[in-house]
Structures are given as C-alpha cells and as structure tokens.
C-alpha cells in the first residue's frame, strides 16, 4: 500500500521542550529515511518559554549575564549535554565552581554551612555532622535511628514529608529535605509526590534497608575517582548563559518554525481522500486565523493549555490534565560593586526553610557558581519568590518588591549597598506540581489520548532542562517511528 507523504508533525510550544521535539523529529526522519515535514508554533514572540537570558553591558570588559529561568542544569542527567554536544556547542559549557561550592541553610536568621559529607539530605560524614549547628542533638539522633527503621517495601506513593518524618525525623524534614528538596519543584512536601520527584531514595532504601548506609555504600563504590580528586560539577550551564541552547537548536532547525502564532483549538480533521492515515488527521486552527492540517500533534505546552486545547478531541485526557497543578515563582536578579559587600560570598548560595517564615526562598551568589556572570570588581545575587511558600510576594508591585528584598538581603547576609540595577522576572503559572499520584495521573492521561496526539515535558516526567529534552527526545521517537511503521507495514 502507497502511503501519501510527506507526513506531517506539529509541535505546539517553542520551550525547550518543543524545540527538543522539532531537533528529534528531524534528526530521526533522517536516520529512517522518512520524508516528514514538520511545524513548530509557539506564542510568544520569543522562544525558549522559561529559559530566558539577558545581558547587561555598561559595566566592565565583560557584562552581566543574567538568567530570568534556570541558570544550569543537572550534570548527572545526560539528556541536555547530548544535545548541546549533537548541536556542536559543548565547547561552551560552563561548570560551576566547585571549588568554593557550599551550601547554607538559613537559621534562626543566619546562614548556616550544611555540614560536609551530607549528600543531598543524608550524612555521610559523622564529625562535620555531629559538629554542626544546624541539627540539634536530638535531632541528630533521630537521623542516625535511619540505620535501623525496617524499610518500606511496597511501591505505594507518599508525600516527601511522610517519607523524610519516617526515616530521618521531623528536623530533618523541616531543616533540610523541606529546602533543599521540595524547594527545587518549588513545592510543598506536604504533598509532593516521592515516587515522582524522587524515587531514587525509596529505591536506596528498599535495596539498603537505610538511606545512610545507601550513601555510603555509593561513596565506597566509586572506583575512578576523577582526575585531581575532584568531582565532575554537579550543574552545567553555557558560557554566555542558558539561551545558548535555545540558539543553537532555533538556528539548526530546518523545518516550518513559526513564531508569534499561538493554537486555539484542535479538532478531527476532514477525512482525505487521499491520506490512509484517517485516524490521525487532525486540524488546528491558529491564533492568525488560519488551519493547519497535521498528522500527528506533539504539545509541549503547560498541562492547563494542553487540557484547553484537548477539550473536544480528548475530553477524558483534558480532564486530567486539569488536575495538574501550577504554582508561580519569581526571580530579582540584583548587581553590585563587589567592594560593598562585606560578605564573603562564599558559596552557591542561601535555601531558607518554610519555618524561617521569611519573605524570599532562596538566594543564589551567581557569580559564585559561575565565572562570567559579572564583570571583575561586581557581584550578582539572584533572589527566589513565590511559589507554594510565599505566593502573596507575587502580587507585590516591582516598586515595592526591592525594598522587601533588600532588608531580606540585609538581615541575611549583612548588604547594605543599593544595586547598581536588578531585574525582575515573574512566572505565572510556571511549576508544575507532582502531588502524590503524579505519575499514574500522567498514565491515565496517556492512556486517553487519541491516537497522534502526544503530550510532552515539564508537566509529566521530570521539571528539570535534561528531563524536558528526555522527554522531547523520547516523544520525538515515538511519533516519528509509528509513522514510519505505518509505510512500511502494507509495503
Ligand atoms: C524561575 C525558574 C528557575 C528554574 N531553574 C531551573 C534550573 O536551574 N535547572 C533546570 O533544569 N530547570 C529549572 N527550571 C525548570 C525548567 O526551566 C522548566 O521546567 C523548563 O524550561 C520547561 O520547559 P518546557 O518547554 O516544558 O515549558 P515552557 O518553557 O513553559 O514552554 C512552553 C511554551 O509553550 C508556549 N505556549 C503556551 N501556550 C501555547 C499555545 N496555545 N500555542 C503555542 N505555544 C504556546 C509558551 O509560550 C512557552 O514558550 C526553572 C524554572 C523556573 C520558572
């Protein structure tokens, strides 16, 4: 059986997620050898959604680089270096410094170092543990007790809370996997779900009995230790910031990229009289007013615009993408001459428990985690707000705002100076949260939608950059190979 071609993809959202999907859509026809065309729409008028870089020159040899998104992703998940490496920018990576890499937990009003050895939220080192401020003695206790707690061995889900409380006790709940875990999803760990966001510690504790022996058996288990000692940097960003991605894959992308035009609707298209491929015609209609036929839909848009947008083709599946939570976030990037801070800025930064009751989450010191974020003689810091901890700061106007952020910065860390300048960047409706049952809400999801429509990205697996190129990655493979095997089925 002849089958009509080229066949035609459309992916809706110019995010890291949709232009991931367009780059594996064609990288993938092109290893078949498939003749497929290709549309990526996104609304706005500019692409990358929440990876936003800016620059500020005025200030030196070098400017300011500034991120209003994610400034970095996680090394460990090889997902996004692959890409930079298949797009040929690898030679600008940009490692953090880990040689001055130290994280503070901010408490009773003061950053406190988390203590050396303890990996992620779990101790492996006892002296630096036991010397620490940050954990009362009792509370120290109650972490140790870990070795001992009989593991749970079902695969039901929970909530962070239930399974921190369980294990390692409510101090190590509130001091530490509150804020350095939920605070990543900018969630709360009352109900975050673990198996979505981090199944890795009911794995370790299921094959360990105990988090703290699962760590430490990890430590002795490295057998290359990297060259010098050293560890390979635990975030990656670019030299001239995270849009790098953005560029390399919108300049290498071949296919009908469109920007400036969103989609109102999705609707079953008009049989052709020449296409076999019935079941999977679909028709959009888009913002400028036009339609445009398509094969297959890739949406890589927030679960609510996808729930939108499903509503007369998939009513079962928009339903329950409308269960997906979002929260909004913010960020105040502020610059400084360096010789009016006191502080030593010695580190990656500030997390801030939710019972510090503050009115920002965290602070990032960017031009500590990185080189080429400021020019020498300047300092940038990167404030976190919003969110499920302090949503109300959303709604505080910019005039305000500063103000707010200043006296955090002063009581915090000392910063008296005014900034040279700050941005603003605000998200609304920018996280999704994994509640417990995520993931069998994300199978229920697709498990109801008709066939040729996919959904995609930070709503379902994984928020981070690398597991929104995953996910584009493996979507991309999906579609392009189920149209394949239709034209080679009948052949
Ligand atoms: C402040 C902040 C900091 C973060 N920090 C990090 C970090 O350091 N490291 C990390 O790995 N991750 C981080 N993240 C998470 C990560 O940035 C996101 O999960 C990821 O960028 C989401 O990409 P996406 O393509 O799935 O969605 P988005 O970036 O939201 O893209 C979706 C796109 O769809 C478009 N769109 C919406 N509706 C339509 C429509 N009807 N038609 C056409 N287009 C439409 C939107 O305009 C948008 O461009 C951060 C997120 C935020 C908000």
Redesign the pocket.
């Known amino acids: 059986m002849n089958y009509p071609t080229p066949f035609h993809i459309t992916i809706?959202?110019?995010?890291?997620?949709?232009l991931s999907a367009a780059w594996y859509v064609q990288q993938e026809a092109i290893r078949l050898g498939i003749d497929i065309t290709y549309t990526l729409?996104?609304?706005?008028s500019r692409w990358?959604?929440?990876?936003l870089t800016e620059t500020v020159e005025g200030y030196g040899a070098r400017p300011f680089i500034i991120e209003?998104?994610?400034?970095?992703?996680?090394s460990q998940k090889p997902w996004a270096a692959q890409l930079a490496r298949e797009l040929g920018i690898d030679d600008q990576f940009l490692p953090t410094n880990d040689g001055r890499r130290q994280t503070f937990i901010l408490h009773k009003g003061q950053p406190a170092p988390l203590p050396d050895g303890v990996l992620l939220m779990v101790p492996t080192k006892i002296k630096p543990f036991a010397l620490s401020r940050l954990i009362s003695p009792w509370g120290k206790l109650r972490m140790g007790l870990d070795w001992f707690i009989p593991p749970k061995t079902d695969d039901a889900d929970e909530t962070l809370a239930q399974f921190i409380q369980r294990r390692l006790g409510q101090e190590a709940l509130d001091k530490m996997a509150e804020p350095l875990l939920s605070g990543i999803y900018n969630a709360d760990a009352e109900l975050q779900s673990m198996m979505a966001t981090f199944p890795r510690f009911r794995d370790m504790e299921k094959e360990h009995g105990s988090l703290i022996k699962a760590m430490l058996t990890a430590k002795k288990s490295r057998v290359h230790p990297p060259p010098n000692g050293s560890t390979a940097s635990m975030f990656t960003s670019f030299k001239p910031g995270m849009a790098e991605l953005v560029l390399a894959l919108r300049e290498q992308l071949t296919g009908d990229c469109r920007l400036g035009?969103?989609?109102?609707k999705l609707a079953h298209g008009q049989r052709s009289p020449i296409s076999n491929l019935q079941s999977s015609l679909y028709q959009l209609h888009l913002a400028d007013g036009t339609t445009l036929p398509t094969n297959a839909i890739i949406l890589?848009?927030?679960a609510f615009?996808a729930a939108h947008?499903l509503a007369d083709v998939a009513p079962p599946a928009a339903a329950t993408l409308r269960q997906i939570r979002y929260v909004s976030?913010g960020?105040i990037s502020l610059a400084y001459k360096r010789d009016e801070i006191d502080h030593p800025l010695n580190g990656f930064g500030i997390v801030i428990p939710r019972s510090e009751r503050r009115r920002i989450n965290a602070v990032t010191w960017s031009s500590t985690k990185f080189d080429h974020r400021a020019p020498d003689g300047y300092v940038l810091l990167r404030v976190?707000f919003g969110g499920s901890r302090t949503p109300e700061m959303m709604d505080v106007a910019d005039e305000a705002l500063l103000p707010i952020v200043q006296a955090e910065l002063r009581e915090m860390m000392g910063i008296t100076a005014v900034p040279l300048f700050h941005r603003i960047?605000r998200?609304q409706q920018?996280?999704p949260q994994y509640d417990v049952g995520h993931l069998e809400r994300v199978a229920a999801i697709e498990a109801t939608l008709p066939p040729g429509i996919f959904v995609t990205?930070?709503?379902y697996r994984g928020?981070?950059?690398?597991d929104?190129v995953k996910q584009a990655k493996d979507t991309a493979v999906e579609v392009v190979t189920s149209l394949f095997e239709m034209t080679t089925r009948d052949a």
């Not at 729409?41 to 706005?44: A, D, H, N, T």
């Not at 035009?261 to 109102?264: A, I, L, P, S």
Request: glycine share 24%; aromatic share 8%; with cysteine.
């Open positions: 809706i959202g110019g995010g890291i997620t949709g729409l996104e609304q706005s990358g959604g929440k990876i209003g998104g994610p400034d970095s992703f996680l035009v969103g989609v109102e890589a848009v927030p615009v947008l976030t960020t976190f960047y998200w920018s996280n990205g930070s709503p928020v981070g950059v690398p929104c």
